[in-house]
Structure formats: structure tokens, C-alpha cells
């Protein structure tokens, strides 16, 4: 009996001891373990005799009930201090700024020429994508360009290793890809896409560029047909109180062909740096398709005509931004693409 009391007074003076979890599993398997101490005291019940049995049993009993209990509070206790201990010690500041998501966006040329697109959808056209790497037919003859043509020096070339294949210098070769696919239904098509030009990179001028070609095939489609749609095209895009202005121009592949200004957004017209003091703007290339163009996309020109344009997306967010180079572009620097 005098054993169970000292086992008892010392179980409970260690496990008061105790100072972490660790050291309550090992207090755990010194009393509880299989041959731990109130084990052992648990199988003296049957050696004590018999007169001291009962009582022996009762006390050993009550001593692992006591015990047990004791160890769960201490265990619950344990976890309390664990939880407080974190809470001190690694201590979390909730008041402290998250860390940033970094959030992509779309690359303003794409969001340029998605804004033409939606433009021209208004008015019933189509988008069309054709292929960058073209043949020299398709670049040029096709387009009224034969070999040795004089306005073939309009477009400075990248040629492939294999001869008469080419990167495309403008979106114009999809003209008779379109017109080949539809003839002789009408055609009303934007082609956008990356054109290549064998240039000096300047400020100005990149090897590398976005084009928008726009394409028209139906009867009886006249020079008022393309005036209407770029007038309703710039104002939308540059502003409902712009003006256009159309000056006489050259290609090979329209007749007669023109160019197109829209009034200077900044000045509105009186001559500023953005304008260099003209009060215009060129924004495109246009024109009638010329009647061999139409024939060699499949249409016959005594029934057919059509209007075409060639624009410059980059060009129109650089005047639209007031920025000053269009190296910037493809230049993948974030401070730029960031600002849009
Ligand atoms: N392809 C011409 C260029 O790149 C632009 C253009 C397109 C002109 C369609 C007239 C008609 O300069």
C-alpha cells in the first residue's frame, strides 16, 4: 500500500514537471506504457494476499483513475501553452499588406487593332487571317506587280533561302486569298497581321509592324462606298468631330488610289509637333481594286468593283498616345506596356 502512495506522490510530482509534449509521452509510457509502473502495480493485485487483495486492488485502481485523469489535464494544459506559445512567439502581423498578384493585360497593339475590329464588325465586315509567309505571286504580281516593276521598290523585302518565297511586306496578298475563297459571292473582310519590311529601325520605322487591310468586292461598290466607310471609321476611333482629307496617291493594285488624313487630334487642324505643322494626319492607304487584281482573285471587273485600305494599327495608337517611338512595341519593356 505505502508503494502505491509513493508511486502515486511521484506520478504526479513528474508529470507536474512536465514541461512540453515530448516530455508528457515519455511520462505516459513510464506509468501507462506496457511495462510501465501502474501496469506492474495493476498485476501485483493477484500476488498480494488474499486478506489485503480487495483493498490492494481498490487502491491501485483508484490510483490509475487519479492518474489518468491527471495526465489528460495535463495534456489539455499543454496544448493551451503550445497555442499560446505560437501565438507569442511567431507572432503574425494581420495588419501587414499582402503580397501583390500580378495581373497581365492585354499589349496595346492588340487592344489597338481589337477596337478596329469591333469598328469594322459594325459595319459588316469580317476578320480574315492569312498567312505571313508569302510567295512572291501573292505579294506582288497577283497585286499587278510583275517582276522588275518599278513599285516594287515601295516595299523593301526579306526573302527566304527558297527562291520566290518571301515574308509578306504588306496584309495585301490576303486580298486575293479572300477573293479566291469567295468569288463570286461579295466580300466585305478586314485582314490584319504582322507584315515585314527590310528598313532601318528608327524612331519611325521598324522592321516588324501590324497592318489592318480592309476589302470590299460587290457591284456597283464606288469611291463614295470608301470615302463613307473611313469616314465612319475615324470618327469612331479618333473622335466624332474629325475631318478627313484625301489626297491622290499611288499602288500598283488599286485605281484610282488615295491616301487618307484625319484632322490633327491635338491642334484639331492648326499645325502643331504632332502633326508637324500641317494639321494632318496620314492614316492609311486606299483605293479602288484595280480591275487585273479583281480578275486574278476570280471576280469579272465588268460586273465587279471594290474598294481596299491598308492601315497601320501601331500608327494609329502612337498618334492616339502621343508616343514617340515605335521601337517601344516590341521592345517588351514593362514601364511602357504598363501605362496602357
Ligand atoms: N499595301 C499598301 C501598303 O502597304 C497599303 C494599301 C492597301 C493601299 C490597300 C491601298 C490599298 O503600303
Redesign the pocket.
Same mark, same amino acid.
Given at each position: 500500500m505505502s508503494a502505491l502512495t509513493e508511486l502515486e506522490r511521484r506520478a504526479h510530482a513528474e508529470l507536474a514537471a512536465c514541461v512540453d509534449a515530448a516530455a508528457l509521452r515519455m511520462w505516459h509510457t513510464k506509468y501507462f506504457g506496457d511495462t510501465g509502473a501502474v501496469k506492474l502495480a495493476l498485476a501485483q493485485i493477484g500476488k498480494v494476499p488474499k486478506e489485503q487483495r480487495a483493498e490492494y486492488g481498490k487502491e491501485a485502481n483508484r490510483v490509475k483513475d487519479a492518474l489518468a485523469i491527471a495526465f489528460d489535464a495535463a495534456l489539455v494544459k499543454e496544448k493551451d501553452r503550445a497555442l499560446e506559445r505560437s501565438l507569442t512567439e511567431e507572432v503574425v502581423d494581420v495588419s501587414m499588406p499582402g503580397r501583390n498578384i500580378e495581373r497581365g493585360r492585354l499589349h496595346l497593339a492588340t487592344r489597338t487593332l481589337r477596337e478596329i475590329y469591333s469598328i469594322f464588325a459594325d459595319m459588316g465586315f469580317q476578320v480574315y487571317r492569312t498567312r505571313e509567309v508569302e510567295t512572291d505571286e501573292m505579294n506582288f504580281e497577283l497585286l499587278n506587280m510583275p517582276p522588275h516593276h518599278p513599285a516594287r521598290d515601295m516595299w523593301d523585302t526579306f526573302h527566304t533561302t527558297t527562291p520566290g518565297v518571301l515574308l509578306r511586306t504588306?496584309t =495585301?496578298p490576303g486580298q486575293i486569298h479572300v477573293m479566291r475563297e469567295m468569288a463570286p459571292k461579295p466580300v466585305r473582310a478586314i485582314l490584319p497581321g504582322m507584315c515585314f519590311r527590310y528598313e532601318q529601325i528608327t524612331t519611325r520605322s521598324e522592321i516588324m509592324f501590324q497592318?489592318v487591310?480592309g476589302l470590299a468586292v460587290d457591284q456597283g461598290i464606288s469611291m463614295g462606298d470608301l470615302k463613307g466607310a473611313i469616314q465612319a471609321f475615324a470618327r469612331r476611333l479618333f473622335g466624332q468631330e474629325r475631318k478627313i482629307r484625301i489626297r491622290s496617291s499611288y499602288?500598283p @493594285?488599286?485605281e484610282p =488610289?488615295i491616301e487618307v488624313d484625319v484632322d490633327c487630334i491635338v491642334c484639331r487642324g492648326k499645325g502643331c509637333g504632332l502633326c508637324k505643322r500641317t494639321g494632318w494626319l496620314e492614316i492609311m #492607304? *486606299? #483605293?479602288l481594286v484595280h480591275p487585273a487584281v479583281l480578275r486574278n482573285g476570280g471576280y469579272d471587273p465588268a460586273k465587279f468593283s471594290g474598294f *481596299? @485600305?491598308?492601315m497601320g494599327p501601331q500608327r494609329v495608337a502612337l498618334l492616339r498616345h502621343g508616343i514617340d517611338d515605335i521601337r517601344l512595341f516590341w521592345g517588351n519593356d514593362l514601364r511602357f506596356l504598363c501605362q496602357f
Amino acid at each position: 500500500m505505502s508503494a502505491l502512495t509513493e508511486l502515486e506522490r511521484r506520478a504526479h510530482a513528474e508529470l507536474a514537471a512536465c514541461v512540453d509534449a515530448a516530455a508528457l509521452r515519455m511520462w505516459h509510457t513510464k506509468y501507462f506504457g506496457d511495462t510501465g509502473a501502474v501496469k506492474l502495480a495493476l498485476a501485483q493485485i493477484g500476488k498480494v494476499p488474499k486478506e489485503q487483495r480487495a483493498e490492494y486492488g481498490k487502491e491501485a485502481n483508484r490510483v490509475k483513475d487519479a492518474l489518468a485523469i491527471a495526465f489528460d489535464a495535463a495534456l489539455v494544459k499543454e496544448k493551451d501553452r503550445a497555442l499560446e506559445r505560437s501565438l507569442t512567439e511567431e507572432v503574425v502581423d494581420v495588419s501587414m499588406p499582402g503580397r501583390n498578384i500580378e495581373r497581365g493585360r492585354l499589349h496595346l497593339a492588340t487592344r489597338t487593332l481589337r477596337e478596329i475590329y469591333s469598328i469594322f464588325a459594325d459595319m459588316g465586315f469580317q476578320v480574315y487571317r492569312t498567312r505571313e509567309v508569302e510567295t512572291d505571286e501573292m505579294n506582288f504580281e497577283l497585286l499587278n506587280m510583275p517582276p522588275h516593276h518599278p513599285a516594287r521598290d515601295m516595299w523593301d523585302t526579306f526573302h527566304t533561302t527558297t527562291p520566290g518565297v518571301l515574308l509578306r511586306t504588306h496584309t =495585301s496578298p490576303g486580298q486575293i486569298h479572300v477573293m479566291r475563297e469567295m468569288a463570286p459571292k461579295p466580300v466585305r473582310a478586314i485582314l490584319p497581321g504582322m507584315c515585314f519590311r527590310y528598313e532601318q529601325i528608327t524612331t519611325r520605322s521598324e522592321i516588324m509592324f501590324q497592318q489592318v487591310e480592309g476589302l470590299a468586292v460587290d457591284q456597283g461598290i464606288s469611291m463614295g462606298d470608301l470615302k463613307g466607310a473611313i469616314q465612319a471609321f475615324a470618327r469612331r476611333l479618333f473622335g466624332q468631330e474629325r475631318k478627313i482629307r484625301i489626297r491622290s496617291s499611288y499602288f500598283p @493594285f488599286t485605281e484610282p =488610289s488615295i491616301e487618307v488624313d484625319v484632322d490633327c487630334i491635338v491642334c484639331r487642324g492648326k499645325g502643331c509637333g504632332l502633326c508637324k505643322r500641317t494639321g494632318w494626319l496620314e492614316i492609311m #492607304g *486606299a #483605293g479602288l481594286v484595280h480591275p487585273a487584281v479583281l480578275r486574278n482573285g476570280g471576280y469579272d471587273p465588268a460586273k465587279f468593283s471594290g474598294f *481596299a @485600305f491598308g492601315m497601320g494599327p501601331q500608327r494609329v495608337a502612337l498618334l492616339r498616345h502621343g508616343i514617340d517611338d515605335i521601337r517601344l512595341f516590341w521592345g517588351n519593356d514593362l514601364r511602357f506596356l504598363c501605362q496602357f
